[in-house]
């Protein structure tokens, strides 16, 4: 039998070896694909900002090509919680779920090394181009799977260009992926965007260029003013500085407009609360793509854009601001030059564009309450110190919850272990008690998520979300409209639609024009740049091709 299998398998490997010959670079060619992949993620865009908003959004903007002659997928939800930054830009990326790709939450206890630990930090890196080395240590290393942007390196044999940008680090790292040609963020000591030893040793002469236009100065100059008439905002948003808004700028600082000349050379983070954000995130965007000539390549380049500043002004002054609207009116603006300066370096339809969100956000309990709304406000830090003493009296053992965070309490193990504490009672216990907090409408271990009766949306979103070595014991679920945090601001990390409900707008190359009203979910996006681009899914991708996107 050997002998004839022998000459068989000859043969084969003879026409496979010819087949190869034959082959001309030209076959490769023959695949078409965009000469660029800008993938724009607004951190904290609720999708009804597209429409509360859109009478105020200019012809020559961002969101009405989009919606003009792009594709929206209407119904797209985030299939996990924590509905955070650092998971959101992630599931975007890798089409996965904190379960799998690791991302479980901006922070998460770690029980060996007791502490919480970042989810882009990484000690064994130095930052570069900030004000020390200590600045900027941070890679996607907690980031187990890869990402769409490490796919398309792999598909190209790694000629493709990858380069990442945002204000907040994470939002820039982990979209890039493990491959990144660079990927470069805002750091508020210096007022420079820095990278780190994981990318580079030190910063391309472009960037360096790029901080030394000292464009911060400037914008801090002109300060943020209002740019359309009272009476709109008026008619658009709550009236101004409400006593439920946080004060970034200062108590002084009540409402708009807001002086930013004191802080130029003294404190260059707070740009990052200012629609000015945007600006800086779109000039830097802009010089990548000149620097680096992304779009001129042999093979498709990607750049991975995200804009922090709406999240920062959302923290502070919520969804019904003055302050919001002139955000995202603003940003409609600048997502309108991206693209023009796209049309006139890369080409019109050359490119392809993706704009979606990391998560939404809830309304501020102070304006649900205002207005007659259910929801309100959880006080954390006075909550674990109480059912911390009460555990102590009950069990014996001190500071038994290490940390509250993304709704789970941790417990330290090591102590409950070393102490032989009745583990199973403890979290009975502590089921029970936090059961009665007004804020919360269910508590259970997260072992148990699979058996408690919970409504199967919940269900699958908290399974998704649970990553095993990195999630809490015990999974508190708030009730609707309210937030861990305090009483003036807001958040988002729950499962309801407020926070989990996303904007998906696809337009340029390969994209065809229309929407869809289906139920299609955040992992799908990487799924569909895979079909669109004829590479490999990432890793750990779960997601779905939507298919309507494409012509
Ligand atoms: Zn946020």
Redesign the pocket.
Known sequence: MKRLILPVLAGFLALTVSAQKTASPASEESIQRPKLVVGIVI??MRWDYLYRFNSLYKANGGFKRLLGEGFSCENTLIPYTPT??ACGHTCVYTGSVPSIHGIAG?NWWDNQLMRSVYCSEDKSVSGVGGKSAEDGQMSPKNMLTTTICDELRLATNFKSKVIGVALKDRGSILPAGHSANGAYWYEGKSGNFITSTYYMNQLPEWVNQFNNRKLVDSLYKIGWGTVLPNETYSQFATADAKDYESKPFGKDATGMPYDLSKFVGNDYSKISSTPMGNTLTVEMAKAAVLAEKLGKNTVTDFLAVSFSSP??V??SFGPNSWEQVDDYVRLDEELGRLFSFLDANVGKNQYTVFLTA??A?AHIPGFMKENKLPGGVMEVSGLMKDMNGKLKEKFGVDNMIVSMMNDQLYLNHGKIDSAKADEAGIKKWLIQYIKKNDAVTNAFATSDIMTTPINKTLREMLANGYNPTRSGDIQVIMKPGFIEGSVTGT???AWYPYDAHIPLLWYGWGIKHGKTNKETYMTDIAATLAGLLHIQMPSGSIGKVIEEVMK
């Open positions: 951190d904290q955070v930054t901006n999240d920062y959302g923290h990391d998560h956000v958040t988002h990390g």
